[in-house]
């Protein structure tokens, strides 16, 4: 569950055997990009926790005012010791629902979809398994409102592939069809809107209504509508096999989901099917093109206009969440100095990413090709930490990185 702590969605790996591999010391990590002098400690920082973590592959921007003022790739890989540039590919796991929800509410200010419309309705889900399910709506799906609990055994379909394979009888790897009439099938855990419960299965819906609305895949739109007027062109979803992106590490093997070889595999490389989880947590993508994704949320952009902002980031109404912490749209939100503060964390074996936006314009995104794994030193700190660090400094580098990386 997304807690105002973690702000972290995982799916589950069981078996951990062997370990990863040693790499070299803090000083000796290679290092690409720039670093103005003023915002070393957040450099300090970074290289720190990799150095601890024996983390391979990482990145780390800042932007401050809308101005890319950091942008750094720390490690190598393969082989040729090839350099991790700010702007390879990394998987960003649950980082997607941002760009998601800023797809849906796109839809919504071109007037083709309203938040309240319900998702049964909308992709002509059955009501068989349980009525309640016409009053989950768009706002609901978005604020992880849908009345699907993650912490019930196998509710989090999207890890789900073996069950749903062996009911219906179908071969692996199954698609998402098969996750969608799966879930149909079943009754919601609670009342759509009275619990939050953090969920990929509301996002996975959200992706299926972004294609019936728009008419386009998921991916198209995305780029067209979200990220393609902010001159964003590099992310993609990512593919099973990572081509084209950073190598993802886990100690944890597991038995594959795409095929029925039974073959044991690295979790990263078929303990998830990604074919399944654009909408929820597909896209791979660099640090400096989620900085830069994240101006969206000022609605001074041309994607989205500050009443379609403030109305997705806006805490439910009557919902379960108080007024000092809330989930809206892809993003865990808290009200601080006169503005909103909004962090989220992306976390599935080979990947770990954290986002934020501060209330006085700071934007923050680090990558690393593994997560927190049995016997590894605590991930989970390391958001907050990054997010005070750059709150602390004192004097913001002039000018702006932009123009060498879009």
Not at 182 to 198: C, E, F, I, Q, V
Not at 301 to 329: E, K, M, N, Q
Not at 368 to 377: K, Q
């Amino acid at each position: 569950m997304i807690t105002r702590r973690t702000l972290l969605t995982a799916g589950a790996a069981t078996l951990a055997l062997g370990a990863l591999p040693a790499r070299a010391a803090l000083a000796s990590t290679p290092v690409t990009g720039d670093l103005p002098p003023e915002l070393a400690p957040l450099d300090a920082l970074l290289r720190a926790f990799i150095a601890e973590r024996d983390i391979s592959c990482a990145q780390l921007a800042v932007a401050k005012a809308g101005r890319l003022v950091l942008a750094r790739g720390y490690g190598s890989y393969g082989p040729a010791e090839t350099p991790v540039q700010p702007t390879s590919l990394f998987r960003v796991a649950s980082l997607s629902k941002q760009l998601t929800a800023a797809a849906i509410m796109r839809l919504v200010q071109e007037g083709r979809l309203r938040l309240s419309d319900s998702v049964a309705d909308l992709l002509g889900l059955s009501l068989a398994a349980d009525p309640r399910l016409v009053t989950v709506s768009v706002r609901r799906l978005l604020q992880h409102l849908g009345g699907w609990d993650k912490a019930a055994a196998g509710r989090d379909y999207l890890f789900s592939d073996r069950a749903i394979a062996e009911e219906f009888g179908v071969p692996l790897p199954i698609g998402m069809e098969h996750i969608l009439r799966y879930a149909t099938a079943r009754p919601l855990d609670h009342d759509p809107g009275a619990r939050y419960s953090y969920n990929n299965y509301n996002y996975l819906l959200l992706g299926r209504i972004i294609e019936k609305v728009s008419g386009q895949d998921y991916e198209t739109y995305v780029k067209t509508k979200v990220m393609a007027p902010l001159g964003v062109s590099r992310p993609r979803l990512t593919t099973n096999a990572g081509t084209g992106e950073v190598p993802y590490l886990s100690k944890y093997r597991v038995t594959t989901v795409l095929d029925d070889s039974g073959t044991v595999v690295p979790y990263p490389y078929g303990g998830t099917n990604y074919a399944n989880s654009d909408s929820a947590g597909g896209w791979a993508t660099s640090a400096v093109d989620l900085v830069r994704l994240t101006r969206i949320f000022d609605g001074a952009t041309p994607v989205l206009t500050p009443a379609s902002v403030a109305t997705l980031l806006a805490r439910p109404v009557g919902g379960p969440f108080g007024s000092d912490f809330w989930y809206g749209g892809g993003w865990g939100v808290t009200p601080v100095g006169g503005g909103l503060k909004l962090m989220h964390s992306g976390s599935l074996p080979g990947a770990f990413a954290v986002l934020s936006r501060s209330h006085n314009g700071i934007a923050l995104c680090a990558t690393f090709n593994r997560r927190e794994e049995s016997g590894s030193p605590d991930f989970d700190a390391f958001h907050g930490e990054l997010f005070n660090a750059a709150q602390a400094i004192k004097t913001w580098p002039a000018g702006d990185l932009s123009p060498q990386y879009f």
